[in-house]
Each structure stands twice: as structure tokens, then as C-alpha cells.
């Protein structure tokens, strides 16, 4: 007997092997939480009361674990911006802007050891697969669709703006990605200059380098995101 055109174990199996990995993702990142990006899968399968080997039967390795926390970490930061972005008038092209960079650094504090994951000291022996450019790229695909509308809307101007050679070099290969498309060297290059100040704003702030010498953080953050939009043309 099937319904709705699945047989009832193998719906069961599946529904059962999708919390099986959500829990250890769980596990997962509580202990990214206390003991940084060193994951062993030994430990989370002890956690969760089972032996390793049955582990990997979700996870094949250490590094499996920790692209599916990377995956789930860029999608849930572009996801806080994209909702923040959408909520600002179109026409508002700054408040945009600024919406966006607030969820950046909202979703980073709430989540530190997730932020650090995606954004801090690349995990030794650990690299990333090529697949995984889709999500970390979902936050530049929001920025440079406000610069975009600048540029349409001609708030954004370029008129004798120089660059080196070599620059506007790897900014044609960056322009071919349909998400920086129909974007002027000059304001990608602009934008691109944004997002590194952006992470590193928040990255002071989300790894300790502010304390003592800032006490209000947010004021801070909103004085360095006037100066970026200023930069920016907005």
C-alpha cells in the first residue's frame, strides 16, 4: 500500500534519518558553541548516546559534518538579511543598505560560534567544497542588487573614476557572475571594498577586539555603516 504515492517505511525511514541528522547538527554545533571548529565526531556521538560508527552513517567524515554547519550557517545569515533587505522600501536604496548590514551583525551575535565557523580562522585540514559558493553567497547577491538599483536610479556615479589595470582585470571576471551583473567596475569594486569593512566591523565586535576600548558597540557600528554608504555613494 502506498499514499500519496510513497510507501509508508520508506516515508517513515526518510522522516526518521531527517531528524536523525538535524540532531546531530544540533549536537554539532553545540559543540562549536564550547569548543571552537576542533568537531570530533567520537564526541557528538557520544552525546547523543550512540557509537560512531552509526554516526557515519549520516556523516561520512569530520569534514562532511562541518560543510553541512557551514551550508546551514551562510543560508540562515542570507536568509536574516534577505528578509531584512525586503522589508525596506524599494526606493530606500541607504535603508536598504543599512538594513541589511544590522542583520549581518544581529544574526553574528546571536550566533557567534556559527559566525566564527563561516567567517573566522579557516579550520585546519578542512576545506570547503566548490558547491558551497551558492550560500556563501547570498549576502553579496543582496548588496550588490542595491547597488544595482543605485546605479539605475543614478545615484550611484562612476564619471572619471580610475582603477589599476590588474584590478579592473579580476573585476571583469567577477562582473561575468550573474550576480554582479550589469554592476560598473568602479561600483563593484566600491561594494566589494563595503562587504570586507562590514565583515570586519562585526568580526571586531563578535570576536572581543572592541572591549575596552568601545563601550557602546551599536553606536560604533552605526557610525562605521554611515561611512561605508557615504563610500558607497548611497
Keep these: 500500500m502506498t499514499i500519496g504515492g510513497e510507501h509508508p517505511a520508506r516515508g517513515l525511514r526518510a522522516r526518521v534519518r531527517t531528524e536523525m541528522v538535524e540532531e546531530i547538527k544540533a ?20 552525546d547523543l548516546g550512540m557509537v560512531s560508527s552509526a554516526v557515519y552513517r549520516y556523516f561520512p567524515s569530520r569534514d562532511a559534518l562541518l560543510t553541512a554547519l557551514v551550508a546551514d550557517a551562510h543560508d540562515a545569515l542570507g536568509q536574516a538579511v534577505e528578509r531584512a533587505e525586503a522589508a525596506v522600501p524599494r526606493r530606500d536604496l541607504r535603508g536598504r543598505w543599512l538594513a541589511s548590514c544590522h542583520a549581518v551583525r544581529a544574526w553574528a551575535l546571536d550566533h557567534p560560534a556559527e559566525y566564527a565557523l563561516i567567517y573566522g580562522s579557516p579550520v585546519p585540514g578542512y576545506a570547503a567544497p566548490v558547491d558551497m559558493v551558492g550560500p556563501a553567497g547570498r549576502i553579496p547577491a543582496v548588496l550588490a542588487s542595491i547597488l544595482r538599483d543605485a546605479v539605475a536610479a543614478g545615484v550611484v556615479r562612476t564619471a572619471g573614476e580610475r582603477l589599476p589595470k590588474t584590478l579592473r582585470a579580476d573585476l571583469r571576471r567577477m562582473g561575468a557572475d550573474p550576480r554582479f551583473a550589469d554592476l560598473p567596475e568602479p561600483v563593484l569594486a566600491r561594494g566589494m571594498t563595503g562587504w570586507i569593512q562590514l565583515l570586519g566591523a562585526v568580526s571586531f565586535e563578535v570576536f572581543g577586539r572592541l572591549e575596552a576600548l568601545i563601550e557602546d558597540a551599536g553606536a560604533f557600528f552605526d557610525q562605521q555603516l554611515r561611512t561605508m554608504a557615504a563610500q558607497l555613494g548611497l
Excluded: P
Design 27 to 46: 549536537t554539532a554545533r553545540r559543540h562549536l558553541a564550547a569548543e571552537g571548529a576542533n568537531l570530533s565526531l567520537r564526541a557528538v556521538a557520544r
